[in-house]
Nanobody
Framework: QVQLVESGGGLVQTGGSLRLSCTASGHTFGGLIMGWFRRASGKEREFVASISRSNGYTYYPDSVKGRFTISRDNAKNTVYLQMNSLKPEDTAIYYC???????????????????WGQGTQVTVSA
């Protein structure tokens, strides 16, 4: 069983930055594809970023590409999401997720992830 704990959310002004962290336990971290998702109030869950096990490949949707960066430190069992140039539409609860499967390099589909964190609120004021 993998436990994921997110931190780093908060309130920031438009154009500001935040860095989210997610620390995993209960599994060999280097064997996990990691991802970030978000859910805004009244909207469906949205894929934000994914990173491969070896930190060699990342993937983003157009909505965050060029502003968000996912990275991982396998020695610290931690994945990060650096968010720059934040916009009010980035306001959401952000969730860290882990995929223990071996079939893919990165993963954009929420239903493929096996473990989820509790979420951390990010609010961007206009």
């Amino acid at each position: 069983q993998v436990q994921l704990v997110e931190s780093g959310g908060g309130l920031v002004q438009t154009g500001g930055s935040l860095r989210l962290s997610c620390t995993a336990s209960g599994h060999t971290f280097g064997g996990l594809i990691m991802g970030w998702f978000r859910r805004a109030s009244g909207k469906e869950r949205e894929f934000v970023a994914s990173i491969s096990r070896s930190n060699g490949y990342t993937y983003y949707p157009d909505s965050v590409k060029g502003r968000f960066t996912i990275s991982r430190d396998n020695a610290k069992n931690t994945v990060y999401l650096q968010m720059n140039s934040l916009k009010p539409e980035d306001t959401a609860i952000y969730y860290c997720a882990a995929d223990a499967g071996l079939s893919y390099t990165i993963q954009t589909r929420a239903y493929e992830y096996d473990y989820w964190g509790q979420g951390t609120q990010v609010t961007v004021s206009a």
